[in-house]
């Protein structure tokens, strides 16, 4: 399995988890706002949302280097 397909196929699997990846900051904030900024499903978003980021940096190094 090539290293781009890894990382779609991990980038796919966020979509689909239990727990919602947020799409940009924005909305991560705009939630955390709304619920007082505390719990366990924001942690998990937040956690999420930290993978998405590294995944699509190290995407984007690729791309850069091909």
Do not use: C, H
């Amino acid at each position: 399995m090539k290293i781009q397909d890894y990382i779609k196929d991990e980038i796919k699997k966020l979509d689909r988890g239990i727990v919602a990846t947020p799409k940009d900051r924005e909305y991560l904030e705009s939630f955390a706002q709304a619920t007082g900024g505390s719990g366990f499903l924001l942690m998990q978003m937040a956690m999420n949302f930290g993978y998405k980021i590294a995944l699509e940096n190290v995407q984007d190094e690729l791309n850069d280097k091909t």
